[in-house]
């Protein structure tokens, strides 16, 4: 089974873009990263697609699952798994 494209939008420093890296390497996926704080122009279009203004905001297919504490929710849920067809 194909992973989906998983793109999230992040800063370099902020603790839970640390964190969701963290659990997306241990699910050993490879994701795009946005990074807001060198690109600030694609923080419009993080808000826009996701309606959030804090980061991350993680993006599998076309699912908006949300910040790291919604990506940690979805794994301890067991339905993060089936989403990045693991």
Do not use: N
Not at 1 to 30: E, H, N
């Amino acid at each position: 089974m194909t992973t989906p494209a998983i793109v999230m939008y992040a800063t370099q420093s902020c603790p839970f873009c640390v964190a969701a890296r963290s659990l997306l390497q241990a699910k050993g996926v490879d994701w795009l990263e946005i990074l807001i704080d060198i690109e600030p122009d694609k923080k419009a279009e993080m808000m826009a697609k996701s309606g959030r203004h804090t980061v991350p905001q993680i993006f599998i297919g076309d699912t908006h699952v949300g910040g790291f504490d919604d990506l940690q929710a979805l794994d301890q849920s067991g339905g993060l798994d089936p989403l990045l067809g693991l």
